[in-house]
């Protein structure tokens, strides 16, 4: 199977999370995409979704899915996302595609975080993936002093073909940092998270996946 066809069979399997009736949180990426694909085929059953990102939005509305302001909406069952690295806790690094701090704000209300992912995502310890790190522009350069002072290598991420810096849903920049072995995800995370100027940073480990359903070459595992 090709990660692609991972990827879609960890959606369909997403849609036994779905809680009838209710608002579904929904997340960012090629994963996401085609859960939202899915969702389409069942949008009758759902009373509308919460994006954690235009794009996400777009491709929502785009399905005919009612795309609800997470300030009309009091409760979320369930949030469907995927992940840059996962490990068997549930912890994560998210945020390849730019959506951490809207992704971190709808996981936050949700009551379950479902993960997917193709199995390649499955890590024993995060950090081979560069972690995101949303910041204030002006607060750049002294945020990219601080995360260099825990060990990293801090980069910014710029628009593709450009040097100019990419700019996030929110208007924030992002800082990726490479070269993190990550042995306490809560820790680290409430230490990135106390830097002045970081608006958010994509470990999702106080707030990890309640389920984690990851495409293999022999089928869709579950780890809770
Ligand atoms: C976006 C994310 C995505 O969930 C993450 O980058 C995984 O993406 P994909 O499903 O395309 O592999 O955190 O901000």
Redesign the pocket.
């Known amino acids: 199977m090709t990660q692609d066809e991972l ?1 879609q069979a960890v959606a369909r399997a997403a849609i036994d999370y779905v809680v009838d009736g209710e608002i579904i949180g929904v ?7 085609y859960f939202i694909d899915e969702l389409a085929k069942i949008k009758d059953r759902i009373k509308g979704a919460v994006a ?2 235009e794009a996400t939005a777009a491709r929502l509305r785009g399905h005919g899915i009612e795309v609800r302001d997470l300030n009309e909406v009091e409760s979320i069952s369930v949030y469907v ?4 690295e996962i490990d068997a806790s549930g912890a994560m690094i ?7 701090t809207r ?1 971190k704000i709808v996981a936050s209300v949700s009551k379950s975080f479902v993960c ?3 199995g390649s ?1 499955l890590v024993q310890t995060l950090g081979k993936f560069p972690l ?1 790190v949303e910041v204030v522009p002006m607060a750049r350069a002294a945020v990219t002093r601080k995360l260099a002072a825990l060990g990293g290598q801090p980069r910014l991420r710029t628009k593709p073909g450009s040097d100019e810096a990419f700019v996030t849903d929110n208007g924030g920049h992002i800082i990726d940092v490479a070269g993190l072995a990550i042995t306490d995800p809560v820790a680290l995370e409430t230490e990135i998270n106390q830097i002045v100027g970081v608006i958010a940073v ?1 470990l999702f480990a106080q707030r990890g996946a309640n389920v984690c359903l990851l495409g293999m070459a022999e089928g869709v595992k579950t780890l809770t």
């Open positions: 990827k997340g960012t990426g090629s994963t996401a995409n954690s990102s996302d995927g992940a840059d998210k945020g390849g595609g730019a959506a951490l992704e997917i992912a193709d995502k995101p994509g």
